[in-house]
């Protein structure tokens, strides 16, 4: 009953949907499979999108071709632009999400992209034959055939559920976890290992009061996350914030005794930048208050979402804790906050590529490999569907730099690094923060996207547009000189020194304090040569020409990287002949495979005379 | 993060470091020909043929180094296949290691152990069958250094550093947690205390740089001048001083240069006597060359040996001498021909050291020997655990994590986001971290926020 597919994605979470809206754009027949077609794309934890890195990574996936920018500008109930007051790599697009209205545009939008057939089950098993992955078996016991299958499983593989000494199996609140996958995949040669994460209650919103909380709202323009001009919500729900006081840390320790943390129950690692709530009274003691966000699920609904207290303490004791903080007097309780352990596959088992080392076409990506977010797990997901696809043609892998994106660093520390810790993204990552910003992820992402078939041509033309009108503006802004009179009063009020002589409006926007669009509303002269610009392209340009001197330091760097980093190795090159490496790098080299030099300098225990001598081996 | 690079231009003494009559130092790269060209007086090296020798002098800021041979080898036919100048100096290893300050500051990099027959091999000069070899040299010229900066390590460098870097990325790591944490309830890095700290590292940093200074001096030599009034006994003092050093005084025969230099080794420390070659003549460096030549040499000392006739000249006159030499430099007065004299010395005339001797009869010279040991074990002003810099690679991190925490005054001073702040701050640690072994600057930031703030919703 289902015909051969080239691309079977496990899982419709947020990889998952990604992964099948690149291999089914790009041209592939593709079978997404998951064991609930009314959570497709689901919001397990936060119903927020993007944040400091995550917002760069999320513009980086829309400017590739991906939906999830355009799902979130869609179903956003509240938009803002974070870390305005510093520089312009660390700004910063956040939104929350309606929860239920993002699942349904998800689906919507697959459902509406021709190549994406759906199967509800569970898959138990994958069809692998001569090392090759040709298809899945199904709970319902169906084989489906294909030629690459992408895995997502998320916190599902063998997921159990932990609240107070209560444990259950379980792969979200109320769904049933997936078993036999990760017992074939070991069985295969593949290591595996377990990690914690955990999520928060969530409360009626009708039972509280607001009034004793303080008020976060949205930003009056909404920037938004794609590159493609998406109808932005005209009304925006606010946010609210509270704090925990002692007495709500009190309350919670007297569920320390029965915590499945501190008793070690839970074996696996969590986050340390996401820890529970008890685990900051723990490991903070002398914080006498923890902030707590209150943020709406969705426009439709009352549910509210606890951000800042996510607990795996009993449930009386989480009840309990909740009632004493500011505006939570009477809070019902709609369920607990939980912590779920579930399997991973150490990602050092990857290639770049996101194909597993070991069965060729099998893929991985998301919670699988050690994340956490659903920014790192949707740009997993789509670099997984596009290599997928290019797999079964025989084409090169794409593999992102670390210099060209947020999702190149990503993946790169997974397969170089690994994880021990369920992996986010932070801006402090990246070498290169200031090349990776969210402003710029189209000029750096689009062309290359558009090249092997995934980005539109629609996309592709408004990037030309963007590069040619920056052009000009810069060259504008180089060549044109301004008057004294035309700009002193608007400098001084700005308090920056006025002009003397005419000087050149490169140096004028190069000042601090200036800002362009500001400043044309202030300088009509200057209005009436720029003002015809989109206000995006003057920005652009702007950042180019103020911070000129440390995006060329960056581009030197990228330059002197690329050097090794174009370097190929032979994945079956054999080190162990090589007596001149260390012992060290040949055990570390054998095992990780590295594709190139430059991967290879970035694994632990490979040190530079190790890659002089590779250098060497390689000769010219 | 880690780069090899194939374009720097990279430069090394060529010939074992020690005293011997001619050292080589070898440049190569894009770049060699301009740069050695920017710090040569003769000559334009630019227009010169390959495997061509030009005589000529190394001048830094008006100071002329020493007097050289440079021959040019012109890519590919060299031994890198790249353009490669090589420089002959003279032996002395404190010129060698002026020669290359100086092409540091120029743009050159120190190559790595076995560079030069890395590169020849990469760019085609040995065959395959040859790798092996030249692999195995990088190895085993790379545990060397290892080896050598592990036990100079061991003195505390390792110690006094982590301690410096430590402190940079507590730092740091509150400016990143302002920028990934920023919507939190993070505390902020209080910039004045920000300043106040990154000064403290300077000057930390401009200890242990100056450190290098003594700690190269002990390997390559302190100067010392000799001046004084004709007569007063210079050369006389010299040959004595040096006559049992005979061994090592490396005297360039046939060589009409005034950089011969007259070296006395004290309990292992290496005085070079500059400007000797007056000395040497029976006319007197006052004398010969002119008041000015006699402050150039004083210029380039660090002690200063101010000898006159305690039967021919009286003290006021000598105070006024000494008031011309700069006051940085450390002086010993001598009183000479105390044997004709009996002349009192008052220990406490001026705050210099005034000793009396007598060159001819050779009395005081162990007096004179035991106070110039002194005055360079008190030049390390610090005590017991003070921290010598000896090498050169250490001291050129040093030098670029200077560089990038100037970056970062300014930027600070700009008023520029911290972002941009915090790229200068990576690279002093990158720097710093090059000297300890700690590469991995990104990840030790993580883990000092993770473990000293409660951050994540």
């Known amino acids: ?620 | 993060m880690f780069n090899v690079d194939f374009e720097d231009t990279i430069v090394a003494i060529a010939t074992p470091n020690a005293i011997g009559a001619i050292g080589v130092i070898r440049v190569s790269g894009k770049e060699s020909l301009n740069i050695v060209n920017s710090i040569f007086e003769g000559k334009n090296l630019l227009a010169q043929k390959s495997h061509t020798i030009h005589l000529g002098k190394l001048v830094a800021a008006n100071e002329i180094i020493d007097e050289v041979l440079v021959s040019l080898f012109i890519a590919p036919n060299s031994y890198t296949k790249e353009n490669v100048v090589e420089i002959s100096c003279h032996g002395s290893p404190y010129i060698l290691n002026r020669v290359i300050e100086l092409l540091l500051e120029k743009g050159c990099r120190l190559a790595r152990a076995g560079e030069f027959t890395q590169r020849a091999y990469l760019n085609g000069r040995f065959d395959l069958s040859q790798a092996e070899a030249v692999a195995d040299l990088i190895a085993s010229d790379s545990q060397a250094a290892h080896k050598i900066a592990m036990q100079q390590m061991r003195g505390g460098i390792t110690h006094k550093l982590a301690e410096l870097r430590q402190s940079l990325i507590e730092f740091t790591a509150l400016i990143e947690l302002e920028l990934d944490f920023g919507e939190e309830d993070v505390e902020f890095a209080n910039r004045e205390k920000l300043i106040s700290l990154l000064h403290a590292i300077k000057d930390e940093i401009y200890r242990l740089s100056s450190s290098f200074k003594f700690g190269n001096a002990i390997k390559t030599g302190v100067p010392v001048a000799i001046v004084g009034k004709p007569n007063a006994g210079k050369s006389t003092l010299l040959n004595i001083l040096v006559q049992e050093e005979r061994a090592i005084v490396s005297d360039i025969a046939g060589t009409t240069r005034d950089t011969i230099e007259e070296t006395l080794t004290i309990e292992g420390i290496l005085f070079r006597f500059i400007d000797t070659a007056g000395l040497r003549d029976t006319t007197d460096v006052i004398e010969k060359i002119g008041v000015e030549r006699s402050k150039e040499t004083i210029q380039k000392a660090q002690i200063v040996l101010y000898l006159y006739d305690s039967s021919q000249e009286n003290k006021t006159e000598v105070v006024q001498a000494l008031n011309v030499i700069p006051k940085d430099k450390k002086v010993i007065v001598l009183a000479n021909k105390h044997d004709i004299t009996q002349d009192a010395i008052i220990q406490n005339e001026t705050s210099t050291d005034w000793i009396a001797i007598s060159a001819k009869e050779n009395t005081g010279i162990q007096t004179l020997k035991d106070l110039l040991l002194q005055k360079v074990l008190e030049d390390n002003n610090t005590t017991q655990d003070a921290i010598v810099i000896t090498n050169q690679r250490h001291y050129e991190a040093l030098q670029l994590s200077e560089q990038a925490i100037d970056n970062v005054l300014a930027g600070l001073q700009q008023q520029i986001s911290s972002d941009f702040i915090s790229q200068d701050l990576k690279t002093a640690l990158r720097h710093l971290g090059s000297i300890t072994g700690s590469i991995d600057v990104d990840k030790d930031i993580l883990a000092t926020i993770f473990g000293k703030f409660c951050i994540g919703k």
């Open chain 1, 1 to 620: 009953m289902f015909q051969q597919y080239d691309v079977i994605v496990v899982g419709a979470g947020h990889a998952g949907c990604e992964a099948a809206v690149a291999a089914a754009k790009m041209g592939s027949k593709v079978l997404l499979a998951t064991m609930n077609m009314q959570t497709i794309a689901q919001m397990s934890c936060n119903p927020a999108m993007g944040g400091v890195a995550k917002g760069q990574i999320l513009r980086e996936i829309d400017a590739m071709g991906g939906y999830s920018g355009i799902v979130t500008d869609k179903t956003m109930i509240q938009f803002r632009m974070l870390n305005q007051s510093k520089g312009p790599a660390m700004w910063s697009p956040r939104a929350q999400s309606d929860r239920m209205q993002f699942h349904l545009t998800w689906r919507e939008m697959l459902e509406n992209t021709p190549n994406i057939d759906f199967w509800q089950d569970m898959v138990r098993e994958l069809l692998v034959e001569d090392g090759r992955v040709c298809g899945v078996r199904t709970g319902m016991g169906m084989e489906i055939r294909s030629k690459a299958v992408v895995l997502t499983n998320g916190t599902f593989l063998n997921g159990i559920i932990h609240i107070g000494e209560k444990q259950f199996g379980g792969g979200r609140a109320g769904e049933k976890a997936s078993k036999g996958i990760t017992e074939q995949l070991v069985a295969l040669g593949f290591e595996s290992g377990r990690m914690k994460t955990g999520t928060p209650p969530r409360i009626d919103g009708r039972s509280l009061d607001y009034s004793k909380m303080e008020v976060q709202d949205g930003d009056t323009e909404i920037v938004g996350f794609s590159f493609k001009n998406i109808e932005k919500p005209k009304e925006q729900r606010c946010c609210w914030i509270t704090n925990t006081n002692d007495t709500v840390h009190e309350i919670l320790k007297t569920g320390f005794e029965k915590s499945p943390m501190f008793q070690g129950r839970i074996q696996g690692l969590g986050p340390r930048y996401c820890p529970s709530i008890e685990d900051k009274i723990n490991r903070f003691a002398d914080k006498d208050r923890h902030q707590i966000f209150v943020e709406p699920e969705g426009r439709n609904t009352v549910e509210i979402y606890v951000n800042g207290f996510s607990t795996s303490l009993p449930e009386d004791v989480q009840y309990k804790a909740l009632t004493q903080i500011p505006g939570f007097e009477k809070a019902k309780m709609f369920r607990p906050g939980y912590a779920i352990e579930y399997d991973y596959f150490p990602p050092t088992q990857l290639n770049l590529s996101l194909e597993t080392k070991l069965i060729k076409n099998l893929f991985f990506a998301g919670q699988i490999n050690g994340t956490t977010g659903y920014e790192e797990a949707a740009a997993q997901g789509m670099m997984a569907g596009i290599n997928a696809h290019r797999v079964i043609r025989e084409e090169e892998a794409v593999v992102l730099k670390r210099s060209e994106a947020y999702i190149g660093v990503l993946i790169d520390d997974l397969v170089n690094k690994g994880t021990e810790e369920p992996y986010r993204m932070f801006t402090s990552r990246a070498e290169f923060r200031i090349l990776l910003r969210q402003d710029n992820a189209d000029l750096r992402l689009t062309e290359l996207s558009h090249k092997i078939g995934f980005a539109e041509q629609e996309r592709m033309d408004r990037v030309n547009d963007k590069r040619k009108a920056t052009d000009e503006i810069i060259q504008f802004i180089k060549e044109y000189s301004v008057e004294p009179s035309d700009v002193d009063a608007y400098l001084t009020t700005q308090g920056t020194t006025p002009l003397m002589h005419k000087m050149k409006l490169e140096k004028i926007i190069s000042r601090p304090q200036i800002g362009i669009l500001d400043l044309l509303e202030h300088v009509p002269v200057l209005k009436a040569h720029l003002g015809a610009y989109e206000k995006e392209f003057l920005e652009q340009a702007e950042i180019s020409i103020k911070y000129e001197g440390y995006i060329q330091k960056e581009y030197d760097q990228v330059q002197k990287m690329d050097k090794i980093e174009n370097v190929r190795l032979k994945p079956d090159f054999d080190y162990m002949a090589l007596p001149s490496l260390s012992i060290e790098a040949r055990q570390k080299l054998t095992k990780l495979k590295p594709l190139t030099l430059g991967q290879a300098s970035r694994i632990s225990g490979v040190s530079p005379a190790d890659i002089s001598v590779l250098m060497v081996y390689l000769g010219r």
